[in-house]
Nanobody, 122 residues
Framework: QVQLVESGGGLVQAGESLRLSCLAS????????AGWFRQAPGKDREFVAA????????FSAASVKGRFTISRDNAKNTMYLQMDSLKPEDTAEYYC???????????????WGQGIQVTVSS
């Protein structure tokens, strides 16, 4: 089992930045691929970004490409999501996830955090 806890969310204005963190405990975090997902009110959960277990591969959704950067520090058992140039449409609950398969499909991930709110005002 891997326990995941997100932090760093909050309320910001459009154009500002936030950095989300995801702290893993339990099994060795470096054994898992990981990703970020988000869910806005009334919408389905959507993929944001993914990173392989050794951080050698990463990719992000078209909607955030060039603005959001995923990274991880396995020595600290932590994954990050740097969010720049935030837009009101980025407002959502953000979830970190870990699993055995690297990709954009939420079904690839067995372990999920509780989620953290990000609100971007216009």
């Amino acid at each position: 089992q891997v326990q995941l806890v997100e932090s760093g969310g909050g309320l910001v204005q459009a154009g500002e930045s936030l950095r989300l963190s995801c702290l893993a405990s339990g099994h060795t975090f470096s054994n898992y691929d990981a990703g970020w997902f988000r869910q806005a009110p009334g919408k389905d959960r959507e993929f944001v970004a993914a990173i392989s277990r050794d951080a050698g591969s990463k990719f992000s959704a078209a909607s955030v490409k060039g603005r959001f950067t995923i990274s991880r520090d396995n020595a600290k058992n932590t994954m990050y999501l740097q969010m720049d140039s935030l837009k009101p449409e980025d407002t959502a609950e953000y979830y970190c996830a870990a699993g055995d398969i690297y990709g954009a499909d939420a079904g690839f991930y067995s372990f999920w955090g509780q989620g953290i709110q990000v609100t971007v005002s216009s």
